[in-house]
């Protein structure tokens, strides 16, 4: 546990701006994500444009690649949040039934064995199913946000655990520091979305 302490300390200083500008940038989005801000969408590009280079430099393909997904859905997100069909326009919060999840979870599946196979192949991806897994399954989820179904903070516990070992593993400690937090704030993120669906209901 000492030596890994270390190494952790000593990857950390070798942390570049741009790695800590993203991380900071993340941060924001997520908390404004727990508060329902629309603001949460501008966060979210800035960060991710900055993590599509870095993705790329760790040999995290899919993982780049997701950041130009997650660009296009900051802007959908923005639209969805802002012209919804609740109150003043405003999307509400909503859930889905059990039975609503098999076929999410099913694609998930199958593009993670397709494009893990491919990237295992064809390319010099490091840990290509682990990454196409955590690529396909924020895909889904990210949109799962964009149209605030609570379930999403289920999907991106599982999903952020898995990228904590997928950072650690590619050097970017500040990264998975970040994804730890993640794990917290996701609970936090339930709790207050669960208070806004309820409330609605009242």
């Given amino acids: 546990m000492t030596e890994l302490a270390a190494q952790m300390a000593a990857a950390l200083k070798t942390v570049s701006v741009w790695e800590i500008t993203a ?5 924001v989005y997520l908390v404004l994500a727990i508060r329902q801000s629309i603001a949460c969408w501008f966060a979210a590009i800035l960060s991710t444009s900055i993590y599509i280079v870095l993705m790329y430099q760790a040999g995290l393909y899919m993982e780049s690649a997701l950041q130009v997904f997650y660009i296009a859905m900051a802007f ?17 919060v909503s859930s889905w039934p059990l039975n609503r ?3 999410p979870l099913v694609l998930i599946l199958l593009f993670t064995l397709a494009s893990g196979y491919a990237l ?23 949109w799962m946000v964009a149209r ?10 599982i999903i952020d655990s898995v990228s904590v070992y997928l950072y650690v593993s590619r050097g970017l400690w500040l990264t998975a520091l970040l994804f730890i937090l993640y794990l917290v704030l996701i609970v936090i993120g339930y709790r207050q979305w669960r208070k806004s669906m309820d409330a609605v209901r009242v």
Avoid: C, R
């Fill in 120 to 142: 295992s192949h064809y390319s010099s991806a490091a840990m290509p199913y682990l990454d196409s897994f955590t690529t396909w399954g924020a895909i889904v989820t990210t």
């Fill in 148 to 157: 605030k179904i609570i379930q999403n903070w289920h999907y991106w516990f």
């Fill in 23 to 27: 991380v900071v940038l993340a941060l």
């Fill in 76 to 92: 959908y997100g923005w639209y969805s949040w802002k012209h919804g069909e609740g109150l003043e326009n405003k999307l509400p």
């Fill in 101 to 103: 999840h098999v076929t």
